[in-house]
């Protein structure tokens, strides 16, 4: 098959290069790993979060699922009574709790496949019982986006407020005022957005979250441009992450 002909001469060409280069670092991070961020994004084969970010060995837990979604906490309440949870909470229960990590970031993208099945899921009214795996999925966890979305086409250059569980994690946001995005990139910016307010609403982080203990990012890449955008809290809107713009957002991001 060629995908394993590919994975396989990949592991092979890996052996020959960089190999001993990788050990030597798994070596150096075995009993001290320090990862300072954990990275939420989608599992699109074109997003590449250690490559784009020159992350390394032990630099940050990644967790990718379909249109980098985390579900609210009220999604699960019941379920978590039977003991049941999903990887989301699980990775911040990890990453933040016990591994005290203090910055959580959403990275959305360009030409999601996964925000296309959403906005036609909404918009078709499909029958619930007839829905694919990505489908449930999406419409269980993307109803709070799908309605903000809505609010925007309503008023396209009025704010939109996501109010999260603590305050300091209420913020308004403008989405694309320049109107540089498709539609489908436009509902990916404020899916990003809404994964803060759920992140928000899971009681164990809470006290992290009021003490500013664990802090919350929105970035965005355009897949076909290589750039990357991170939402500015008091800019209120994603804002190109350049030399012109580093200064800024790293002071708004503390």
């Known amino acids: 098959m060629p995908g394993m002909e590919k994975l396989l001469n990949g592991i092979m060409k890996f052996r020959g290069t960089i190999r001993n280069d990788l050990v030597q670092q798994f070596q150096r991070v075995k009993d001290n790993p320090n990862p300072t961020c954990l990275f939420f994004t ?22 990718r699922n379909v249109g980098n979604v985390i579900p609210h906490s009220h999604m699960y309440d019941r379920l978590h009574e039977h003991g049941i949870v999903t990887t989301e909470p699980a990775a911040m229960d990890l990453a933040c709790v016990t591994g005290s990590i203090r910055h959580v970031v959403v990275c959305g993208h360009s030409d999601c496949l996964a925000m296309k099945t959403l906005s036609g899921i909404h918009d078709e009214c499909c029958v619930e019982s007839k829905d694919t795996h990505i489908q449930t999925f999406l419409r269980k966890n993307g109803q709070s986006t799908m309605e903000k979305f809505d609010l925007h086409k309503q008023s396209m250059l009025s704010s939109l407020t996501f109010q999260g569980e603590t305050p300091r994690h209420n913020f308004e946001a403008y989405i694309d005022p320049d109107d540089k995005f498709q539609m489908v990139d436009k509902l990916s910016q404020i899916n990003c957005l809404q994964q803060l307010q759920n992140i928000s609403s899971w009681g164990f982080l809470r006290s992290k979250l009021e003490n500013n203990e664990v802090r919350l990012h929105a970035m965005w890449f355009d897949i076909y441009t290589g750039d990357h955008y991170m939402f500015s809290r008091t800019r209120k809107r994603f804002v190109e992450i350049s030399e012109e713009n580093l200064e800024h957002l790293l002071v708004d991001s503390l």
């Open 42 to 63: 989608c599992i699109d084969s074109r997003m590449l979060p250690s490559r784009f970010t020159q992350t390394n060995v032990g630099d940050m837990y990644i967790v």
